[in-house]
């Protein structure tokens, strides 16, 4: 079983890389995927609102502030769905800042698998502190 949910988690997590193509953010580019019953009910990518332009960074090359996050994006589509997030697995390119942890532990996801590390560590903390299993899946050759 072990073996089969690690072959199951690189699938998705190949899926959350192809997926954060779509963001219009040039400083980086990260796609989230939440999976419950081995469906995907909901995605995400970082950027902006709807409605607002698609550059994500000001002339300074800074995000601008009102950018979301993949996650945010991956858990307030589910809201929007008839799907409930509650026991699912969230797929990440990166690992979670503080905000999106939060509401990952609000959103009753149970584990959490990301691929790359951020250079800031406090949101993995904070999920650890919440008991959410937490995976860092490393690139491998694909």
């Not at 250079?119 to 008991?131: K, N, Q, S, T, Y």
Request: include cysteine; hydrophobic fraction near 35%.
């Amino acid at each position: 079983m072990a073996e089969k949910q690690q072959l199951l988690d690189r699938r998705y997590m190949r899926m959350a890389r192809i997926w954060a193509e779509n963001s219009y953010c040039k400083r980086r580019k990260v796609g989230a995927l939440l999976v419950k019953n081995q469906m995907i009910i909901s995605d995400g990518y970082n950027g902006t609102p709807s409605g607002f332009e698609n550059i994500c960074e000001d002339e300074n090359n800074i995000s601008k502030p009102y950018v979301l996050h993949a996650e945010a994006n991956a858990i307030s589509k589910v809201a929007r769905s008839h799907n409930s997030s509650d026991n699912a697995t969230l797929y990440v390119t990166a690992s979670p800042c503080i905000e999106c942890a939060k509401l990952i532990i609000q959103a009753g996801i149970k584990r959490v698998v990301f691929g790359e590390q951020y250079r800031i560590m406090d949101g993995v903390e904070l999920l650890e502190r919440a008991g959410i299993e937490i995976i860092y899946l490393e690139k491998e050759n694909e």
